[in-house]
């Protein structure tokens, strides 16, 4: 496993669009591997592969319950209440902001070996999910504040 670098803030694979990940490989499986690796030695709770520089549609997170490895993630369910919190990012090191995300999310995704899985996360998971989401469509938590 290896620590990578994270990109930050002006670098221009932030504000890119990640592409699909047709194919669950070895080469997959490493680089989630690589990125749980960079996330806890940041430390954060979430990172997306834009943020090391690979624009591919995948994060992982870890809000305290045990890693979550996602590939092509995306939201199904949102609910309507929501709620506004402190957000903070790797990629924007010693920034914060109050940002406003839907209470609790359905993802539908890939895991580690291709298979199709669903989350369901609400509170501190469910803003990690739309944060590290977003970040795949080229947003930043900056964009809501």
Do not use: W
Request: overall charge neutral; glycine content about 8%.
């Amino acid at each position: 496993m290896a620590i990578l670098k994270i990109r930050e803030l002006g670098d221009p694979v932030l504000r890119t669009k990640a592409k699909e990940v047709t194919e669950v490989t070895d080469k997959t499986r490493k680089l989630l591997d690589d990125m749980a690796e960079t996330m806890y030695d940041a430390p954060g709770v979430g990172l997306a592969a834009p943020q090391i520089g690979i624009s591919k549609r995948i994060i992982v997170i870890d809000v305290g319950s045990g890693l979550v490895e996602l590939i092509n993630p995306e939201i199904v369910e949102e609910s309507k209440k929501t709620y506004i919190d402190q957000e903070g990012c790797l990629s924007i090191p010693g920034k914060t902001g109050k940002v406003e995300r839907a209470y609790k999310v359905k993802v539908k995704a890939l895991d580690r070996n291709g298979k199709e899985i669903e989350v369901k996360g609400k509170g501190l998971l469910a803003r990690a999910l739309q944060h590290e989401i977003d970040h795949l469509e080229g947003r930043l938590f900056v964009d809501y504040i």
